[in-house]
């Protein structure tokens, strides 16, 4: 016998070596596919690269501007009743 690795661990190794996955690093390259405007939110479809050759989707859920600044008021007002409050 030759000294060294065993040939089945010399085979594990390669086997896990050959089916082993990982890919190069990529920029997350971020994506809007399409937009969904609701009462107060949107919804974003959106999209960022896993890899060179796949792209993995996703869905984002976003407050509108309005629905933001309406918020505030009515939490600045009902803060306001409560105690003096200022932002």
């Not at 896990?16 to 920029?27: D, I, K, N, T």
């Not at 859920?61 to 600045?76: K, M, P, Y």
């Amino acid at each position: 016998m030759r000294p060294g690795r065993s040939r089945p661990a010399r085979g594990r190794e390669e086997v896990g070596r050959a089916l082993a996955y990982s890919p190069a690093p990529v920029p997350l390259d971020l994506r809007v596919e399409a937009v969904d405007r609701r009462d107060g939110y949107e919804v974003r479809t959106v999209s960022f690269a896993g890899s060179a050759h796949y792209r993995i989707p996703d869905s984002l859920r976003a407050l509108v501007a309005a629905a933001i600044s309406q918020r505030t008021t009515f939490v600045t007002r009902c803060a306001s009743r409560v105690q003096k409050w200022s932002p």
